[in-house]
T-cell receptor, first 116, second 114 residues
């Protein structure tokens, strides 16, 4: 299995500023993902971050707004840029753990972001 | 347009009784379905899954049923325990889709009362 930690666990930010969220995994993983859960909504995939290549963004999400870094197989960052109140969400890091018998997706504890 | 729907935002059940959480989907290309459980201040944790070629999967107290013709799946917890109190998310994956591209429902908050 994989244990995922995220920093910060929560933050309150001003409109127009940027916040970088860190994701650390206790094992080397190939595939890492960033999700967003807006209030009262389901989890939505923002992008897939693979080490050694550019992140792949889902429809509705762009690199200028959500730049992602993946410097190695255990770490990734997501930046929420030029924030507005609509960016208030829980942001979750996720990895897929491949084993001989199953592929399981693990989630970090999330970062609760409030934009004023 | 929501492809995975959990129409009950909350459910309250007495300890020892059965909990039934429901999930409906619209995309017939989904080939794999999962249930995740989420406690406050924690990330979702995988609970149980089912392939679209099956209609039932059981793991201890947890059973997932899939009715493809109705595009409906349900999670049964028997017997329910107070520690089962959490938010349960239904998720689905597109056939041939990437591992991480799960489509989630909005979740159902289960409360199991002693």
């Amino acid at each position: 299995s994989a244990v995922i930690s995220q920093k910060p666990s929560r933050d309150i930010c001003q409109r127009g500023t940027s916040l970088t969220i860190q994701c650390q995994v206790d094992s080397q993983v190939t595939m890492m993902f960033w999700y967003r859960q807006q209030p009262g909504q389901s989890l939505t995939l923002i992008a897939t971050a693979n080490q050694g290549s550019e992140a792949t963004y889902e429809s509705g999400f762009v690199i200028d707004k959500f730049p992602i870094s993946r410097p190695n197989l255990t770490f990734s960052t997501l930046t929420v840029s030029n924030m507005s109140p609509e960016d208030s969400s829980i942001y979750l890091c996720s990895v897929v753990w491949f084993s001989m018998f199953y592929n399981e997706q693990f989630f970090g504890p999330g970062t609760r972001l409030t934009v004023l | 347009d929501q492809q995975v729907k959990q129409n009950s935002p909350s459910l309250s059940v007495q300890e020892g009784r059965i909990s039934i959480l429901n999930c409906d989907y619209t995309n017939s290309m989904f080939d794999y379905f999962l249930w995740y459980k989420k406690y406050p201040a924690e990330g979702p944790t995988f609970l149980i899954s089912i392939s679209s070629i099956k209609d039932k999967n059981e793991d201890g107290r947890f059973t997932v049923f899939l009715n493809k013709s109705a595009k409906h799946l349900s999670l049964h917890i028997v017997p329910s325990q107070p520690g089962d109190s959490a938010v349960y998310f239904c998720a689905a994956r597109n056939y041939g889709g990437s591992q991480g591209n799960l489509i989630f429902g909005k979740g159902t908050k289960l409360s199991v009362k002693p």
